[in-house]
């Protein structure tokens, strides 16, 4: 191990606040704290029986052959068979699987196991009607309504891989992920709600499609029932033509199949099709379903507040919480429609016990105020997640005290992707908790923090993130990209995988992220982290976002800039400014103190609701900006430029 000094990124920020499970909550819980002791094959073998159906017994654990892992090998199953019929099989067709609520106020369904299975087996023989069989490529192009999951399944059922494009992407990012994978039918809806709203799905598929020539078929669910363009032949009605509920055998899949491609958006280079497959991700996926949320599939209601489109949504809104038997809560809509309350309400109507969610949402709601939460009862809690971006440890007391009354734990859950299933997160009833720490990896995961040479740096310094063994659900490649696969993931040191995550590993062992490594910026030789000057920023009361990045600097070879939105909608002034900077000095240290700080309304972030830091860096060095192509709303960033070029504060 080499001494402090090999480390990759310097670290300024100490956290020191505690949060020991409870008693009560480690009697209970699914994880006891043995789980780390058992070995890495007898846990994934083990694992692999107790929370999957094979109608073929796997006859060796796993083959690694680096860069390529297969899991499970020579065991046959279907996901879908274990996602929905063996539930109803086993008498619980009469559970709810989704309780689901539409943006329209008053919307709401409640999805049964046994009504799921029926709806499944009518999808997916409406599919086998345009010709899918195993093998066919599907698209699925939907908003956050019960048949995408449904969809989903249909094709996991057919053994037909999907990819699902998130239903805020433009026609040309639908038509490149359906060009790259081949697709042959698209499953898509008339139009989305959102904010109250249309969203016109059918009008940009119809775009999407005309530059998509391996397309042949759509299916198209009506949802608000506005009149769209149906083209003859090509496209299909869901209910015409999902009406046939006879049976349909799920297709018996080899453990390495193709169960789904999805797209990861670099900055600016053409989407990476993430290959996953069936045996390993099901496994994966299921096992950190059950032992991170402490899933009681009979009492819980647990509610994973992301979308479908993202791979949050795939491994812990269908895949994960379907194999273990939950019951989930879906919702369509924006958290403020038609106010701000909405979750909360949606918490208190279906006495949600588990909520999973990501810091962007979190820090919305700081910014909104803690009175919107205080008008419900959210005594039903009992568990919370955050997953997507580095927690800053002031959204997470935040999160710990106005939501979680003081009495959840938080899983702050480290993954990607790529890698399929959590990787690094607290196991609740086990692990002492630290704002802004994922803490763990999971149980026969490999992490480490490595310097630039790829050598493990010591406890307290920060490096980057890689892991050394395989773990089932990791992504098995980059479709029809070896290359790239092997230059993104595997060419900074052998046989190890390079996440593109700094992090860094307390004296207890636990792991703190410390974002993207393109995000990382050299002040006067030292390498700072973005996150670590954010969350000394959202550390002041009146802040309620933050986002760093740096510009080149004559003195220091890069200096700070800070963008700044403060809470309850305030407007920046001088003095603000220097109580900011001076703020950090104390927090972090003087050399993390911000040049310029940029107040503004809000900040770019992708669709997913990650900080975009890259046009930061643009808008902070006064170029003009790269490819704003992924940005939930771009004018957020012609605003910044405005603001930027008004408000600098130089030294
Ligand atoms: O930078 C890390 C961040 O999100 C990246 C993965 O993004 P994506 O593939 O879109 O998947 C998001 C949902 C799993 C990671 O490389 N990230 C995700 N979770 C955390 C995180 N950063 C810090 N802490 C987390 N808990």
Same mark, same amino acid.
């Given at each position: 191990m080499s001494s402090d000094s090999g480390q990759a990124i310097d670290t300024l920020f100490q956290e020191e606040r505690r949060y020991p499970p409870s008693a009560a909550f480690s009697a209970a819980a699914?994880?006891?704290?043995?789980?780390?002791?058992?070995?890495f094959e007898s846990f994934w073998e083990r694992e692999a029986h107790e929370r999957v159906t094979w109608f073929e017994p796997f006859t060796s654990l796993y083959e690694w052959n680096p860069p390529y892992a297969k899991w499970y090998l020579g065991g046959k199953l279907n996901v879908a068979y274990n996602c929905v019929d063996r539930h109803v099989e086993a008498?619980?067709?009469?559970?709810?699987?989704y309780y689901w609520e539409g943006e329209?106020?008053?919307?709401r369904r409640a999805i049964t196991y046994a009504e799921l299975q029926d709806e499944v087996v009518r999808c997916a023989n409406a599919l086998k009607a345009l010709?899918?069989?195993?093998?066919t490529a599907v698209g699925i192009y939907m908003g956050m309504v019960p048949e995408a999951p449904i969809a989903m399944l249909a094709c996991a059922r057919l053994g037909a891989p999907h990819t699902v494009v998130f239903g805020g992407f433009s026609a040309d990012s639908l038509a490149d992920r359906l060009n790259d994978m081949g697709c042959e039918v698209l499953i898509t809806q008339d139009e989305a709600y959102r904010r109250g709203n249309p969203v016109p799905l059918k009008t940009t598929a119809d775009e999407a499609l005309a530059a998509a020539p391996s397309v042949r078929k759509t299916l198209v669910l009506r949802r608000t029932g506005n009149p769209v363009p149906m083209t003859d032949g090509r496209d299909h009605w869901w209910h015409e033509l999902a009406t046939d509920g006879s049976p349909c055998a799920p297709e018996p899949m *080899?453990?390495?199949? /193709?169960?789904y491609l999805l797209y990861t958006s670099g900055t600016t280079a053409k989407p990476k099709g993430i290959v996953h497959t069936t045996g390993g991700y099901l496994v994966g996926v299921a096992t950190t379903h059950n032992y991170i949320f402490d899933l009681k599939p009979e009492n819980d209601v647990y509610?994973?507040?992301?979308?479908?489109?993202?791979v949050t949504g795939h491994s812990y809104i269908v895949y994960g919480p379907l194999c273990n038997g939950a019951t989930s809560v879906m919702y369509e809509g924006?958290?403020?429609?038609?106010?701000?309350d909405r979750w909360w309400e949606i918490i208190e109507r279906y006495g949600v016990t588990i909520l999973y969610t990501a810091p962007t949402a979190i820090r919305a709601h700081m910014k909104w105020g803690p009175q919107y939460a205080a008008?419900? *009862?959210?005594?039903? /809690?009992?568990l919370l997640g955050s997953v997507g971006e580095p927690i800053n440890p002031e959204a997470w007391v935040w999160y710990h005290e106005?939501?979680?009354?003081?009495r959840c734990p938080i899983v702050d859950t480290w993954w990607q992707t790529e890698t399929g299933?959590?990787?690094?997160s607290p196991l609740p009833g086990i692990t002492t908790t630290k704002p802004g720490s994922a803490t763990r990896p999971f149980p026969g995961v490999d992490a480490a923090v490595y310097s630039e040479e790829g050598n493990e740096v010591g406890p307290g310094g920060g490096g980057y993130l890689v892991l050394r063994k395989p773990w089932p659900?990791?992504?098995?490649?980059?479709y029809g990209d070896d290359q790239r696969f092997r230059d993104t993931?595997?060419?900074?040191?052998?046989?190890t995988y390079f996440a593109g995550d700094g992090a860094r590993i307390d004296h207890d062992g636990d792991f703190w992220l410390l974002g993207r490594v393109d995000d990382v910026m050299n002040v006067s030789g030292h390498r700072i982290s973005t996150i670590e000057v954010e969350s000394a920023l959202v550390d002041?009361?009146?802040?309620a976002e933050a986002a760093v990045a740096a510009r080149a600097d004559a003195l220091t070879g890069q200096a700070i800039v800070a963008f700044v939105t403060l809470k309850g909608g305030v407007e920046g002034s001088v003095e603000k400014l220097e109580e900011l900077r001076n703020h950090v000095a104390e927090k972090i240290?003087?050399?993390?103190?911000?040049a310029n700080i940029v107040f503004t309304p809000e900040l770019p972030k992708t669709?997913?609701?990650?900080?975009m830091r890259r046009l930061l860096r643009d808008v902070a060095e006064n170029r003009p900006l790269g490819d704003?192509?992924?940005?939930?709303?771009?004018?957020v960033v012609a605003e910044l430029q405005d603001r930027g070029a008004a408000e600098t504060h130089d030294d």
């Open positions: 699914n994880a006891k704290p043995d789980i780390y002791d058992e070995a008498g619980r067709g009469d559970r709810v699987a329209p106020v008053g919307d010709g899918v069989g195993k093998g *080899d453990s390495e199949d /193709l169960l509610w994973c507040a992301a979308d479908v489109g993202w924006t958290p403020d429609f038609p106010d701000k008008k419900h *009862d959210l005594s039903t /809690l009992r106005h939501i979680g009354g003081e299933m959590v990787l690094i659900a990791m992504l098995r490649g980059v993931y595997w060419s900074k040191y052998p046989n002041h009361r009146d802040v240290g003087p050399i993390a103190k911000p669709r997913s609701g990650k900080i704003t192509t992924t940005l939930a709303d771009p004018s």
